[in-house]
């Protein structure tokens, strides 16, 4: 190719503030011809599968990482040859025909911005390689250097050949840990003092997942029996616990590296645990005459093509409830210290998918008529079950429901999603007997679970908006008396 020059293109952030996406599948190989706007791979963030197109025309040189790796946000992935010409403000400036992993690379200039799909910016770490702070000791080099192996052992990216002298200057010890501010805030919430946390993010950056372990170690000596083994390794810190034996009896046990949405998931539930002050109310609610309304709207034309089934009746119920009683549609403003109640409703619904469970919103719910509703849940379970929900769907959720019934589960003790204030399990609906009109009668019935966060919800509004919905599905016409 004439003139040809080689451009590196960087896992862009797909998310807001995302700092890494485990790469699925490659859609093309070296060698291939590649044009602006073509989808080059997929990746999974800890939010969402999303499907990457390449910014310029050009024969692909190197993929740089294969399936299944995790790479951070701003690291190089895949080398494209292009013909002469510089390139765009918007996109990398070429660089010469060597691998992308190597941290030699020029820095890009500051005022460059990579392109991104979602989100403002990337992270400046160019590679996978997570330097940590020097030991002050040989025994903390020892074992910080057994929890890297393990790390290595189960999903994490290789290592690169440890060179004694690239390691990053340690910093001094009254210099700034690194953190980002939602992580120093979860710090600051969990009263966890950042300057004793272990990082083992990019350049030494603390994580949430190094916020949350400092936490586990902290709590563990606590709950420990007094006939524990006075050195237990699993009430230790990450750094001081052993390197995982070499081999493991395959069919004893299975090991599954938690990564993509289910990472994101564990540490969303821990913050939610620790920051949140839970209350979960039940009801048990003959819905009979809910069950006969399904059917009902089955055979109506305004529904024809679309998903009916109880869980659409239960949203709405939800949401009538919200309508009459707004205060516990809100959110808990630590940093300002208010109370912040939505005019609006994002109704989240929980989704079991093949890569762990998401939680996508139906926006602006309240303003839906029933078969609108319809329409958006059953567009949000097709694009779940197919692994597309993007993102924005899941994000700004104010409140929740989670279907346990489907799993034939009575009902549950859900826990918040973050940032909203309550949420609704739905048990399972099956034929109990029940006192109906002074006689015991084969009924339908199910138990609902409502948890919501104490600080802004107190039991008397948590009663209301339960015993609403209960209402609503023992009496659907209410969906019109209380509309």
């Known amino acids: 190719m004439t003139n040809a020059s080689v451009r590196e293109f960087k896992m862009p952030d797909v998310g807001e503030g995302l700092t890494e996406a485990e790469i699925l599948k490659w859609y093309v190989q070296p060698g291939d011809t590649v044009t602006d706007g073509q989808v080059v791979c997929e990746v999974e963030t800890a939010k969402a599968a999303v499907e990457l197109p390449i910014p310029y025309d050009g024969v692909v040189r190197d993929l740089h990482f294969p399936e299944g790796t995790t790479v951070d946000v701003g690291t190089s992935i895949i080398a494209v040859e292009v013909a002469g010409g510089a390139a765009p403000a918007q996109e990398e400036a070429a660089v010469a025909p060597a691998p992308a992993a190597e941290p030699e690379q020029p820095a890009e200039q500051p005022a460059a911005r990579q392109p991104v799909l979602v989100g403002y910016g990337v992270a400046t770490s160019s590679t996978r390689r997570r330097p940590r702070k020097q030991a002050q000791d040989p025994a903390a080099q020892q074992a910080a250097s057994a929890v890297q192996s393990e790390l290595n052992g189960h999903g994490a990216a290789p290592a690169a050949p440890a060179v004694p002298a690239a390691p990053a200057a340690p910093a001094a010890p009254a210099q700034r840990p690194l953190a980002k501010p939602p992580v120093r805030k979860l710090a600051k919430d969990l009263g966890v003092d ?3 946390v272990t990082p083992t993010g990019p350049d030494g950056v603390v994580t949430r997942e190094d916020v949350h372990a400092a936490v586990a170690a902290a709590q563990a000596p606590q709950q420990a029996a007094p006939e524990a083994p006075p050195a237990a390794p699993a009430a230790s810190a990450p ?13 004893r046990e299975t090991r599954i590296p938690v990564k993509g949405v289910r990472k994101a998931t564990a540490a969303a539930m821990v913050g939610s645990a620790f920051t949140a002050p ?32 109880p869980l659409l009746l239960i949203a709405k119920a939800l949401l009538v409830a919200i309508r009459r009683n707004p205060d516990i549609n809100a959110s808990w403003d630590e940093a300002a210290q208010e109370i912040v109640v ?43 079950r197919e692994g597309k929900t993007s993102p924005s769907a899941m994000q700004g959720g104010t409140v929740t429901i989670t279907n346990v019934g489907v799993f034939g589960v009575d009902t549950g003790t859900p826990l918040l999603n973050p940032g909203e204030s309550a949420i609704l399990a739905v048990g399972a609906i099956k034929p109990q007997p029940w006192v109906h009109k002074g006689k015991v009668k084969p009924r339908q019935v199910t138990t609902l679970a409502l948890s919501f966060d104490h600080r802004l919800v107190d039991g008397e509004l948590g009663s209301k908006v339960l015993a609403d919905v209960a ?7 209410r969906l019109i008396t209380w509309a």
């Open 194 to 196: 950042l300057a004793t």
């Open 239 to 251: 750094a001081a616990q052993p390197a995982a034996p070499a081999s493991t009896d395959s069919a």
């Open 278 to 309: 839970h209350v979960t109310e039940f009801v048990t609610v003959d819905v009979t005459r809910t069950m006969k309304l399904v059917e009902e709207l089955k055979q109506d034309k305004e529904f024809a093509g679309l998903r009916v089934n």
């Open 342 to 384: 939505k005019h609006y409703v994002n109704l989240g619904i929980a989704a079991a998918t093949p890569r762990g469970l998401i939680v996508p919103n139906i926006k602006d719910a309240h303003a839906r008529t029933l078969p609108e509703l319809a329409a958006s849940l059953g567009e949000l379970v097709s694009t779940a």
């Open 471 to 477: 209402a609503v599905l023992e009496q659907p016409k």
